[in-house]
């Protein structure tokens, strides 16, 4: 790609300066990766749990459908895995995420190039194929369209994600600025399929999906990670709609509280770093080349590793027989499965920083650091479902308060977008709960509390 690499084992490590804080135990991270992160802190303001999102994100969907973790006998797991960044506008969400992700967005440009040489070469060669079929000529075999490379989505429908992702079975991760631009376009065609179709890919199931236009996209075990920013209010949110299906306990949150306005830092970011990270990436993507379903890697924990994370797990079945909270349990049970994911991140994180060209199996060094860096989810997640939601239900009062006494869908929503008050589906929610509103028939509503 043209740059300058750092070496692996070269550690350049800056202080962070005095009176920085954060709250992600960056220890969990190797020596090389810790001093990344200091970097950005220092010299860009770059908030330490927000590159900290990205690092774990970009190695999880590195790694995809290439290897499995062999938890006990009968219970394997990818590193699959959805990251939500939480804070109030202009706390540079956006920024982390791109320069941590560049490495990948490189590679997928030059994909993009090589899709469209082939595309354009594929169009001549189905034109010609056609024309000698016209002059009933020789036509040997239909050209085959190819396929585009990618593991990056934005903006997609629920077919073609399915199509997408049946064409590159290795993983892909839905990277978006804002996460509502995920969750707010859930349900649009029947509620409650794509709650279901996240929850499936989070939990590593397979992907079998049909549709008239498109046909059958199949995938043996799906790999779809999420990662994106939100503000609090829009927060609290999903929180509502994602409770009861389960979908938010699955999902890792990063909600520093401490973020403050920043002066701009008066050095230059170190090239070295930069450097060193387009380096870690690379040997990362080496390393999960993936070749077929039938060649998939299976790892498992060293012998004194299986124990530690046993003892954590008593401890944390403790905790949930005491806690009264709802939140805490159901989280709790989720963290067992999650644990073993970010185990899987930070083993591939620590193999490449050490200079080896796989994984290998999961170290005691690392099951004790994926015992921190889970504990830390496990406080954040405490943190997030104590987000007020009184900013969502003033909002639908508000709402309400504006529509007519006689309104269809269209001014209902509308209502709601012009006054900023939620996103469109939101609106269908409130239609579908609010008892002080009728519906009369299709799309035609009316107050009965005036």
Known sequence: MGRIIADLNDVMWSDLPEGKKFEFPVEVFPMQIQSIITDYNKYLNY?????SAAILAVTCVTIGNTTELKVITGWKTTAVMAFIIIADRG???????NSIFQPLFEKEKVWINEYNLKLEQYLNDLEDHREA???????????????????TMQTFTREALAVVHSQNPHGLIVYVDEVKQWFGTFNQYTKGADDSMWINF?????????????????????????IGGIQPPEFASFIKENTASGLFDRILYFYPKYLEYDLWPTEEMPQHSIDQWWHIYQSLFDMFE???????????????????????????????????SVAFKAHAKKAETNIH???????????VCNGKTRIGNITVEVAEKAIIAQNYFIQEVMKTSQISRKNSESNRDKWFKNLPDNFNTKQAVDIALENKLCHERTVFNWLEKDERILKESSNNYKKIVK
Request: charged share 30%.
């Open 341 to 351: 994911r970010l185990a899987m991140i930070l083993q591939a994180l620590h193999s």
């Open 202 to 226: 989070l939990n590593g199931g397979h992907l079998n999906n049909d549709t008239i236009n498109r046909g059958n996209s199949f995938v043996p075990k799906g790999f779809v990670s999420v």
């Open 290 to 324: 993936f070749t077929g379903f039938e060649n998939v890697e299976t790892i498992k924990y060293e012998k004194d590793a299986w124990p530690v994370l046993v003892e954590w797990q008593r401890r944390l079945k403790a905790k949930h027989d005491e806690s009264p």
């Open 47 to 51: 908030p330490v749990e927000f590159t």
């Open 91 to 97: 706390n540079s969400k956006s920024h982390p995420l």
């Open 133 to 151: 079929k016209r002059k009933k000529q020789e036509t040997g075999e239909k050209p085959i369209k190819p396929i585009s490379k990618r593991i």
